[in-house]
């Protein structure tokens, strides 16, 4: 009885929220959707789809993040929680076409 009780102490005494999925694109040496709205104050996994030929990098300065992203491959970015505000994120190969934003509003 002792384990169970010490094993039940051990559990988060909340579920946590479900995860906010944001879909990304780049194809043609751009993102799209080049802005993103999402909530402020949570946690975001930004999923992008590199549909190009050649590798680009997801880079952002405001989020803290950088991510080599393979042709044709998928990565998952991990955000937040944001405050609100934009915060600019752009690719590094080709960073005159391939802009954009996450809005947290």
């Known amino acids: 009885m002792n384990r169970l009780v010490a094993l039940l102490a051990l ?3 909340s579920v946590p929220a479900a995860e906010i999925e944001i879909a990304l694109a780049i194809r043609d040496h751009r993102f799209e959707p080049a802005e993103v709205r999402v909530p402020a104050g ?11 030929s050649s590798p680009e990098e997801f880079e952002s300065h405001a989020l803290n993040r950088e991510k080599l992203i393979a042709p044709g491959s998928k990565a998952s970015i991990f955000i937040g929680p944001l405050s609100a505000g934009r915060y600019a994120f752009f690719g590094e190969f080709h960073d005159k076409t391939a802009r954009g934003a996450i809005v947290a509003e």
């Open 42 to 52: 949570q946690k975001v996994k930004l999923v992008v789809h590199n549909q190009d």
């Open 11 to 13: 559990l988060p005494l």
